[in-house]
């Protein structure tokens, strides 16, 4: 993507009239990429009119840095990536900026109360390298898996029990299925341990959930409202655009919530500002219609 034209609407920042909006929060999947993974050019010149006219724009995803980063390639090196659902932000080059880790005890814990369940469980850890990914007897050949596994196996590996590769804290206890199992478990293990963050992402029509476990400080919307502060930047002068459950926090803590036309109708309800779907460049329209005001 490093070679994506900027279009039209990055030639001249001068001609942006509005300047409330200082920050902006994207999600990743289902929002700035399209359904097949990939960055339209639409939405990576937005990005670049977005920047060009001094705005800073973060991507809030609940991917980890190695899997988020290669995705937003050719996007400008100022970016914030704010990755593994809050957990961590770098920047673009990797530095590290912040973390919020899940105590290792905690993270017992949540293993402890969901042993049944121990074929849909993994442990992520801030590494770049194998071992990123830990689980213990998950089926990568389930067809929500199964890309992710072809993808990515170098940073993945096993360990029985999977308590034994507790040996420093994680970014999270990951849980990932069909969409009933998942909402059950989701249901079963909310509101057990107020020390931790639990979200949901739901894809229904693909019959695959996922549940991230964090630390409580760990979420889309904390992470972001760390990032405005550090900027000196009020909620206002915030928006985030989002399609899923676990960007709620994100939505509701910025000035401008934007949800995207595929969003989960949950979020759709809201009565916040829709978008285009994630396939006809959404990110494009929201940023060009409310912070760049071209259209």
Avoid at 7 to 27: E, N, T, V, W, Y
Avoid at 97 to 123: F, P
Wanted: hydrophobic share 45%.
């Amino acid at each position: 993507m490093s070679n994506v034209s900027r279009g039209p609407a990055a030639a001249d920042p001068s001609r942006f009239h509005s300047r409330k909006i200082k920050l902006i929060g994207i999600d990743l999947d289902g929002t700035l990429l399209d359904s097949a993974g990939r960055l339209p050019a639409p939405n990576a010149a937005a990005v670049h009119a977005a920047v060009d006219a001094g705005i800073h724009v973060a991507i809030v995803t609940g991917r980890s840095y190695p899997f988020a980063r290669p995705a937003v390639q050719g996007l400008p090196s100022t970016l914030s990536l704010i990755v593994s659902s809050g957990a961590v932000e770098r920047a673009m080059d990797g530095t590290t900026v912040m973390r919020r880790l899940l105590d290792r005890g905690a993270a017992r814990s949540v293993l402890a109360s969901t042993s049944s369940h121990r074929a849909y469980a993994a442990l992520v850890f801030d590494r770049d390298h194998a071992d990123q990914v830990v689980f213990e007897s998950m089926d990568w050949s389930q067809p929500g898996r199964k890309g992710y596994w072809a993808r990515n196996r170098a940073l993945i590996s096993q360990s029985v029990p999977l308590e034994d590769a507790l040996v420093e804290d994680p970014i999270q206890v990951l849980f990932s299925g069909p969409f009933r199992d998942m909402r059950g478990l989701y249901d079963s293990v909310r509101g057990c341990n107020a020390a931790v963050a639990i979200t949901l992402t739901e894809y229904e029509h693909r019959d695959f959930s996922l549940i991230d476990i964090t630390d409580g400080a760990a979420t889309k919307g904390q992470a972001l409202a760390w990032r405005a502060a550090q900027l000196g930047l009020h909620s206002d002068q915030v928006m985030a655009i989002g399609d899923n459950f676990n960007d709620l926090d994100m939505l509701e803590y910025a000035g401008t919530p934007v949800v995207m036309a595929n969003s989960v109708h949950a979020l759709k309800d809201r009565g916040w500002r829709v978008t285009a779907h994630q396939d006809a460049c959404g990110v494009a329209q929201a940023i060009e219609r409310y912070v760049l005001e071209i259209r």
